[in-house]
């Protein structure tokens, strides 16, 4: 910062400004040597090592669709300098982009939006302007790679308000409907192309085996051929609309041991798999075996260890395992920070051990520049080989190809009234029904009558959206309230679908006389990943309590599961009429209705072992339980 001083400036006259020779010339003339000198050691530093290279001509064969896609990717390869490659292999938040310009001066292959990385206005036109934006600055590059742009769009494109959240994947696990499913990711990729964005964090092909963990809802199933066709059936979905899903997070994530997180604040995420051979090829391996043969475009490995070695750094899996014996034709990306984090040596020689095992597209996800400098310098000392590099990028631009990046003008942008569009929120409204699994139907109490009673309905999930979305809603850890634009709750839904009944609300089960009927919705509050690991996952006091009211003033008293996994049901709870797990449906509530009143059938399973008590070692309702209810007449 210049020094203010309070002297006037001179006035510029001409004279003043005509060129004299200072007197102390010999030390000015040093001076402007050494800035010279380093100066221009500061720009080599920092910029990339290409900036004179010409313009590939406009007929270059890969810029012409009619190319075959080998050939454009060869001769894109071709003309592509180190660091330009190296700059494809980078994925960075967008939080953590110094300038938009950074994006074509490093040749960034990747930018992704982390959970909540929002633009200022938090609507899906302010989420298109950014990601446009950003995609292109990336056309301004010499060689006009198109970006990747990455979302966690796990349940809808959950992100952005005003979108239609379906329910999480354990509930389309319960559904287990491999063509509903489809249908689901493609309702998903087109709110996320409505969006600009065309790369999708999902399918996760997790076996949650623990109910501890705080991703079991991010899983469809413990049952690895469950997660085998509905993966491939989300990776088609998502695909088919190009844009490029992912399996994650390789391998053997759900199968980790409670109170071995490597990440101090939590317990079982981001911990140690416990799996030997037999587990990895007959369990842990099948979803991603269905997904390589769908052609998914990218896996993601987990921030997992096995054993005592971190599976980013394990050859054997990513290279052997995964892309020779599976046949994954497209390219590995690293979780959140993922070469680095437990990494135990420096971020140089990590880069080395995660690119040399496999990995092609790193999450950095905040320093690109350091990365593109280092992997420079591990290839001019050939601790990286160059085709290592070759092979990644290849990998990367081959499925930049494919779905069509390269001539997006000749794939249309959906309209962006797509996002929460009536179409999408009834089909998501079919799968909640599709996805809530009934637990207990004493005296088919189940399917209520359509008119004519007087219902109660309490508990914290009846009139809370956020609840019923859970986390990865907006906010990473979603919003516990009744917030989202354009959604329908539980109690919402009921309201809708029955309008005939008496339906009287209150959170807390503090009525007056008494019901025919009582629906107490009770909840999780949201949670996402090692936040949401809990040593005793069971409902919250002022439900229970809620339950306990209900029963003193109806005879029926029906208990709706709102949760991202099973929960540890008490005694009294269990002497419910009714229980539904409901998991979290997302924000058509009246889904849920819909199956109370008897407008659809109860036909889901589980998808995991719903357990008695928290040591897990006995089964309340096993795997594949759930009960059904008839049409009435
Ligand atoms: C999660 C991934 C997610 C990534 C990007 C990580 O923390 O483990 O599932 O795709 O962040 O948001």
């Not at 979603?478 to 329908?488: A, E, F």
């Not at 005879?555 to 005694?571: A, E, F, M, Q, Y």
């Amino acid at each position: 910062m210049p020094k203010k001083t309070n002297k006037k400036p001179k006035p510029h006259t001409k004279r003043q400004r005509k060129l004299r020779v200072p007197k102390n010339w010999p030390l000015w003339l040093l001076l402007l040597a050494l800035s010279a000198f380093f100066g221009g050691f500061i720009y080599i530093k920092s910029a990339p090592r290409y900036p004179l290279l010409p313009k590939p001509p406009s007929d270059a064969p890969y810029k012409q669709v009619s190319q075959p896609l080998s050939k454009r990717v060869d001769d894109l390869l071709s003309r592509m300098t180190l660091d330009e490659k190296i700059g494809q292999m980078a994925l960075v938040d967008k939080g953590s982009l110094k300038k938009t310009v950074d994006i074509s001066r490093y040749n960034l292959g990747g930018v992704l939006s982390g959970a909540g990385a929002k633009p200022a206005n938090n609507t899906p036109e302010g989420w298109l302007k950014m990601v446009s934006e950003k995609k292109d600055q990336a056309k301004q590059s010499r060689l006009g790679i198109p970006l990747l742009y990455g979302i966690d769009a796990n349940h809808g494109n959950g992100n952005v308000p005003g979108s239609t959240v379906f329910p999480h994947a354990i509930g389309l696990g319960a559904a287990n409907d491999a063509q509903l499913t489809q249908q689901v990711a493609t309702a998903t990729a087109e709110e996320i192309k409505a969006t600009g964005i065309n790369w999708s964090f999902s399918p996760s092909l997790d076996a949650p085996n623990d109910i501890r963990w705080g991703r079991v809802y991010e899983a469809f199933s413990s049952d690895p051929n469950i997660n085998a066709s509905l993966g491939a059936a989300y990776v088609n979905g998502t695909q088919q609309t190009q844009v490029l899903a992912t399996a994650k997070h390789f391998f053997g994530t759900g199968s980790m041991i409670w109170g071995k997180s490597n990440n101090k604040d939590f317990r079982i995420d981001q911990g140690v798999v416990a799996v030997d051979d037999a587990a990895l090829q007959n369990k842990y391996l099948v979803p991603y075996t269905a997904a390589a043969k769908a052609e998914v475009a990218t896996v993601m490995v987990g921030l997992t260890f096995w054993g005592d070695k971190r599976i980013i750094d394990d050859r054997s899996l990513l290279t052997d395992k995964l892309k020779n014996e599976l046949g994954f034709k497209g390219f590995v990306v690293s979780d959140w920070y993922g070469t680095y984090e437990y990494s135990k040596t420096s971020n140089y020689q990590a880069n080395i051990k995660t690119i040399n095992a496999g990995l092609d597209m790193a999450m950095l996800p905040f320093d690109y520049k350091n990365f593109i400098s280092d992997v420079h310098k591990a290839v001019e000392r050939h601790e990286i080989p160059q085709s290592r590099i070759d092979d990644a990028v290849k990998r990367i631009l081959t499925q930049k190809f494919k779905a069509g990046l390269f001539d997006e003008s000749a794939t249309a942008t959906p309209p962006i009234n797509t996002i929460g569009s009536q179409t999408h929120r009834q089909l998501a409204r079919q799968t909640v029904a599709a996805s809530a699994v009934l637990l207990k139907n004493q005296k088919d109490v189940l399917p209520l009558a359509k008119q004519g009673s007087r219902i109660f309905v309490a508990g914290s999930g009846a009139d809370n959206v956020g609840r019923q979305c859970g986390a990865w809603t907006v906010e990473w850890q979603g919003i516990d309230g009744n917030w989202l634009p354009g959604s329908t709750s539980v109690l919402a839904g009921l309201r809708q679908v029955a309008p005939d009944n008496s339906i009287e609300y209150n959170k807390l089960a503090n009525f007056n006389g008494k019901a025919d009927v009582a629906i107490a919705v009770v909840s999780e509050k949201p949670y996402a990943e090692g936040w949401g690991d809990n040593a005793n996952p069971h409902l919250e006091d002022a439900d229970l309590k809620v339950i306990e009211k209900l029963k003193a003033v109806s005879n029926k008293v029906i208990v709706v599961i709102v949760s991202g996994r099973p929960l540890i049901l008490s005694d009294k709870t269990l002497e419910s009429d009714a229980i539904v797990a409901a998991w979290l449906p997302g924000s058509e509530g009246a889904g849920v209705a819909d199956l109370l009143f008897g407008n659809k059938l109860f036909t889901a399973k589980l998808p995991v072992v719903w357990p008695t008590n928290i040591n897990q070692d006995t089964a309340l309702y096993e795997r594949g339980y759930g009960l059904k209810t008839e049409p009435t007449s």
